[in-house]
T-cell receptor
């Protein structure tokens, strides 16, 4: 079993829809959770950063962490074609990664249809 | 504020050669991490440097090495290149002083080994 599981997609939704992206993990030591967006041939861009359980909202993006279920989510409201990208979840037991660095999911390829 | 800068962006090498990649972190950031991204394995942690010292190292062979200079700029070196070393090499920086632990990535250096 991989430490972080993420559905690779592709996930295709119409413009304006609410998008839900998810990751599950097995390491209960993870406390720091991140979502990155990566456009083709670009580096990952940090979207959301959360510590421990709970919700965090930033504009059209909401991140949720449920440590009891080892499950994290990213919601995108009013999705736009420019949101089409690969979304990577990442997590760690220590700020910035620690001994093992950040552990990443494989990424979900999201397509927003105009 | 300038982001993380990586050079070169693209390079082609042949098996057995060695390569050096460079990374300039965000101004004021003292921690630099390196990751390898491949379609099969996703993002994997190589190492982290802080104040010119390697603080953490991932599970990669000794052919992969790095260093950090007094101005926080970092280089990584891969010797005796193998076909499997073809990947996007990503550098990430963070402030390195306690929380928060957000990592900010550069655009990457895409290495092709022939």
């Amino acid at each position: 079993q991989k430490e972080v599981e993420q559905d690779p997609g592709p996930l295709s939704v119409p413009e304006g829809a609410i998008v839900s992206l998810n990751c599950t993990y097995s390491n209960s030591a993870f406390q720091y959770f991140m979502w990155y967006r990566q456009y083709s041939r670009k580096g990952p861009e940090l979207l959301m950063y959360t510590y421990s359980s709970g919700n965090k909202e930033d504009g059209r993006f909401t991140a949720q962490v449920d440590k009891s279920s080892k499950y994290i989510s990213l919601f995108i409201r009013d999705s736009q074609p420019s949101d089409s990208a690969t979304y990577l979840c990442a997590m760690s037991a220590f700020p910035g990664g620690g001994a093992d660095g950040l552990t990443f999911g494989k990424g979900t390829h999201l397509i927003i249809q105009p | 504020k300038a982001g993380v800068t990586q050079t070169p962006r693209y390079l082609i090498k042949t098996r057995g050669q060695q390569v050096t990649l460079s990374c300039s972190p965000i101004s004021g950031h003292r921690s630099v991490s390196w990751y390898q991204q491949t379609p099969g394995q996703g993002l994997q942690f190589l190492f982290e440097y802080f104040s010119e010292t390697q603080r953490n190292k991932g599970n990669f062979p000794g052919r992969f090495s790095g260093r950090q200079f007094s101005n926080s700029r970092s280089e990584m070196n891969v010797s005796t290149l193998e076909l499997g070393d073809s990947a996007l090499y990503l550098c990430a920086s963070r402030s390195g002083t306690g929380s928060p632990g957000e990592l900010f990535f550069g655009e990457g250096s895409r290495l092709t080994v022939l």
